[in-house]
């Protein structure tokens, strides 16, 4: 039931108590049983970011002129983010909302880039086939190509396809560290390489990786370069909101200089509302989320970060290798942490189910699928839960062997037919009109089956949420009718295909 708008104004605690009731409903990520969308800590620490924000919340970071109290966080924030990814003074860059929000400006200033540089008018840009949909939106938003570079067997961008693929219209080339689906980081060296060499330039997103791939390496572990030390990477997008455990709504996009950074500027000379220059995608900008930002960065410094990557890094290698040790289950390729993904090694086991399992035991899992999988994206939180994740995951597969029926019901059927319907545009516009409905004015929140499951469709980052299907107006609605109209076209389909012409 929405609310309207009170004809008379509320109190204050009256409002502050019914919103503290609303998260009521929302994942129990307190507790360590969310593996997606949330990087906490604890309590004091949340009041600590909470304090920086609102000290902020009603400055704009809009014009960089009128706030210079921001300005200076941006500029602090920008310059610890290039040298912690190895650049050197000359590392410029934004401080934007979000992971999305730097790639789509990736897209956009390669794309703007190549055409007054190049006269590139049909764009094309590469990504592996693991790039995070940020950049499937990026495509579509700005027109942009995206030509996808296939994987090798450990999941990485298959760099012996690459320089075939780049062309006249190629402006620009993705690699991630790591990637979303697995985990696993691309090889930026052999690719940034091939970028050189081709004139191309060449982002790397890491928007994961940017505050604890750093971190791993001082802390001793051997990782690939992947950084502004490979000399054909000219961009990399990093998220404070993150691994960086700041408040939402903070991500960085650098430039390796700012003849880049220029093509990603935006100007209005003759707006009757005056000359008008924005550096980013949003107008106002949030002064607050840069406020948290700068006080996180500040608060947990090098050492703080060192102490929380080290937690993350084992709390997933003791989850991979607790995995590894269940027959049933695979590791999908050779993930470098914090995140990873899991498939079934035992054709009696369906991961949907486990996936349905573990949300009967209390955990929100994202699906992945191409391969199928489980996804865990680990925070130096969840080193307190492993050992209760792993028994649990022990106990789901266990159930899910004993009774393989499982794999038809609830969720799992679901996950399972939008990962195997061959006809990838109903998928496509099935899930368009069930998650365009959750907006209808009466449209409720989707849950796919069980009471605790994870991603829905079209979300793939998207926790479960705890609501029931049924739409206000008491019409079918829901995971339930919008998979029996997916399961019925599909079957239309396939007999139409079965029924010989005459
Ligand atoms: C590799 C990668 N890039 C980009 C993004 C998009 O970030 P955001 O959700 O902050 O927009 C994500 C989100 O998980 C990601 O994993």
């Known amino acids: 039931m929405t609310e309207p708008l009170p004809l008379e104004g509320r109190p204050a605690d009256e409002v502050l108590r019914a919103l503290q009731q609303f998260g009521t409903q929302d994942p129990d990520y307190r507790h360590g049983r969310l593996w997606s969308l949330v990087y906490w800590l604890d309590e004091d620490y949340d009041r600590f970011l909470g304090a920086a924000y609102q000290g902020f919340s009603s400055a704009n970071g809009l014009n960089p002129g009128a706030f210079k109290s921001l300005k200076r966080l941006e500029s602090e924030v920008i310059a610890s983010v290039a040298t912690l990814l190895g650049g050197d003074d000359e590392v410029c860059g934004v401080v934007t909302s979000g992971g999305t929000e730097s790639c789509l400006l990736a897209a956009k200033t390669y794309r703007d880039l190549a055409r007054a540089t190049r006269g590139v008018k049909r764009p094309q840009m590469i990504l592996p086939r693991s790039a995070h949909v940020a950049w499937f939106k ?17 999941l990485r961008a298959d760099v012996a396809r690459l320089e075939a693929m780049v062309n006249r219209r190629t402006v620009m080339i993705l690699g991630s560290a790591p990637g979303y689906p697995h985990g696993t980081i691309d090889p930026i060296e052999a690719m940034g390489e091939i970028a050189a060499r081709r004139g191309v330039p060449m982002h790397v997103d890491a928007c994961v990786g940017g505050f604890i791939l750093p971190f791993m390496e001082m802390n001793g572990h051997a990782l690939p370069p992947w950084d502004y030390r490979v000399k054909g990477v000219t961009s990399i997008s990093a998220d404070v909101h993150k691994y960086g455990y700041a408040a939402k709504g903070a991500s960085t996009i650098t430039y390796r200089n700012l003849e880049l950074l220029e093509h990603q500027m935006f100007v209005c000379q003759d707006w009757p509302g005056g000359v008008f220059a924005s550096p980013a995608l949003l107008g106002t900008r949030p002064g607050g989320a840069y406020a948290a930002a700068w006080a996180a960065m500040q608060y947990h410094g090098v050492s703080g970060y060192r102490e929380l990557a080290r937690r993350a890094i ?3 290698a003791r989850i991979r290798d607790g995995v590894r040790a269940m027959p049933e289950l695979r590791v999908l390729g050779d993930p470098s942490g914090p995140l990873l ?21 209390g955990w929100s899992v994202n699906r992945v699928q191409f391969p199928e999988g489980l996804h865990a994206m680990v925070t130096a939180q969840h080193l307190d839960v492993v050992e209760r994740y792993l028994a649990d995951l022990r106990e789901a597969v266990a159930a899910v062997k004993v ?89 239309q389909w396939k007999r139409r295909r079965n029924t010989p012409r005459r």
């Open 341 to 361: 993904a899991y498939g079934s090694r035992d054709p009696e086991v369906a991961i949907y189910a486990v996936g349905d399992q573990m949300g009967a035991r």
């Open 138 to 154: 990026a495509a579509e938003y700005f027109r942009v190509e995206p030509k996808l570079l296939a994987l090798d067997q450990d």
């Open 314 to 316: 084992e709390a997933f």
């Open 403 to 491: 009774d393989p029926t499982l794999a038809s019901k609830g969720s799992a059927a679901t996950y399972g037919m939008l990962a195997n319907v061959p006809l990838r545009g109903m998928v496509r516009q099935r899930v368009l009109e069930m998650f365009a409905r959750q907006y209808a004015r009466d449209g409720a929140p989707l849950a796919l089956g069980g009471a605790h499951e994870g991603s829905s469709p079209g979300a793939a980052s998207g926790a479960g949420d705890r609501s029931r299907q049924s739409g206000a107006s008491g019409r079918p609605s829901g995971a339930g009718a919008w998979v029996e109209g997916l399961a019925l076209r599909y079957a």
